[in-house]
C-alpha cells in the first residue's frame, strides 16, 4: 500500500519557470509534511516541512502548499534555476519526536537553460 | 544543522560476506537512527529503526538476521549485512532525527553497496 503517492515522476522545466510536484497521502493521522532534496550519489537533504495547521508555507524560493480536506501538498520552486536540478521526494509522519517518514516515489527535476 | 556521516561511501565485496556500514551523528546525540535501502531510481524504503541501547525494530519483510544492527552509543549505530548476496547491492543511507521537536532528520551521505 503506498501511502504517500508523488507525481509527476519526472519534469523538465526552463530557468526561470515554476516547477510544480504534488503529493498526496492516505493517512489521516499524518501530520508533518517534509520535502527532501537530493543529488545523485548523495544523502537526501531537508528542504521545507509543514505541518497541517498552517496551508502554506514559503522559504526563498520554495513553497509548500497543503490542503488538508484533500490530503494534498505541493512543491513550488519558484524561478527555477539549473542548480535546482535533483531528484525531490515528498514525505509524511507523525510530528512528536523520532518518527518515521514515508517517503514518496520521487519526482527527477531537470531545469534547462 | 547537525551532521550525520556514514562510512564507507562504497564498498565492493564478494558474495558470501559480511560487510559492515556505520552510521554517526557527528555532533549531537542521537537515540534514535533510521537505515533506509534506495535501489537506483527508487525512493528511500525504510529498513529498521535503530534504537540506542535496545533492540533494532524491523519493518515488514526486512531479515532481521541478515541485515544486523547495533546501537551502541548515543552517536553510532552500525548496520552489517551478513552473507551479502548480489541482490543486495544498494545505496544504504541512514539518518536521525534532531530538533526542537526532533521531527528534522538529517541524513548521511549514504555506503553505495556492490555485491559481486
Known amino acids: 500500500q503506498q501511502q504517500v503517492k508523488q507525481s509527476p515522476q519526472s519534469l523538465i522545466v526552463q530557468k526561470g519557470g515554476i516547477s510544480i510536484i504534488n503529493c498526496a497521502y492516505e493517512?489521516?493521522?499524518?501530520?508533518?509534511f517534509p520535502w527532501y532534496q537530493q543529488f545523485p550519489g548523495k544523502g537526501p537533504a531537508l528542504l521545507i516541512a509543514i505541518r497541517p495547521d498552517v496551508s502554506e508555507k514559503k522559504e526563498g524560493r520554495f513553497t509548500i502548499s497543503f490542503n488538508k480536506s484533500a490530503k494534498q501538498f505541493s512543491l513550488h520552486i519558484m524561478d527555477s534555476q539549473p542548480g535546482d536540478s535533483a531528484t525531490y521526494f515528498c514525505a509524511a509522519g507523525n510530528s512528536g519526536g523520532y518518527q518515521k517518514v514515508t517517503f514518496g516515489i520521487g519526482t527527477k527535476l531537470q531545469v534547462i537553460p | 544543522g547537525a551532521v550525520v556521516s556514514q562510512h564507507p561511501s562504497w564498498v565492493i565485496c564478494k558474495s558470501g560476506t559480511s560487510v559492515k556500514i556505520e552510521c554517526r551523528s557527528l555532533?549531537?546525540?542521537?537515540?534514535?537512527m533510521f537505515w533506509y535501502r534506495q535501489f537506483p531510481k527508487q525512493s528511500l524504503m525504510l529498513m529498521a529503526t535503530?534504537?540506542?541501547?535496545?533492540?533494532?525494530?524491523?519493518e515488514q519483510g526486512v531479515e532481521k538476521d541478515k541485515f544486523l544492527i547495533n546501537h551502541a552509543s548515543l552517536t553510532l549505530s552500525t548496520l552489517t549485512v551478513t552473507s551479502a548476496h548480489p541482490e543486495d547491492s544498494s545505496f544504504y543511507i541512514c539518518?536521525?532525527?534532531?530538533?526542537?521537536?526532533?521531527?528534522?532528520?538529517?541524513f548521511g551521505p549514504g555506503t553505495r553497496l556492490t555485491v559481486l
Open positions: 535503530s534504537n540506542e541501547g535496545s533492540k533494532a525494530t524491523y
Open positions: 555532533d549531537f546525540q542521537a537515540t534514535t
Open positions: 493517512n489521516t493521522a499524518f501530520d508533518y
Open positions: 539518518s536521525a532525527p534532531w530538533g526542537r521537536e526532533e521531527d528534522e532528520q538529517f
